[in-house]
C-alpha cells in the first residue's frame, strides 16, 4: 500500500512544477470520504491529493510556488473533514452522509 501512495506521488511530481510532496494525517471513513478529500484539495497544475482511508493519510504533492500544505487542508476541512492542521467547521460536518461521519458522538 506504501509502495502503490509513494509511486502516485512520484506521478504526480512529474506533473507538478516546483513538487513538493508532504503527508497529514486527515479523517474520513469510505470511498466517498475518498473523492470528496482528494477532489477538495486538488487543483489542476497545482496540486494533487491522494488519501488511504486505511492509514487515514494523505499525501499532498503540491507546487510549491503556488499554494502550501496549510492551505491545501483548509480547502479539505471545508468539505468536512479535520486534518491535523485545520478542523472542518461543525455545520459542515454536521451536513455529510452518515457513513462519512468520524467524529465519535459525545453526550
Known sequence: MVTGLLLSAAAMQAQIKNAKTTTASVKGNCKMCQRKIEKAGSIKDVAMVTWDQKSQQATLVYDAN??????????????GY??????????????????????????
Open 82 to 107: 479535520d486534518s491535523d492542521h485545520s478542523i472542518a467547521p461543525e455545520n459542515v460536518y454536521k451536513k455529510l452522509p452518515s457513513c462519512c461521519k468520524y467524529r465519535e458522538e459525545s453526550k
Open 66 to 79: 503556488a499554494t502550501t500544505q496549510d492551505e491545501i487542508l483548509k480547502r479539505i476541512a471545508t468539505a
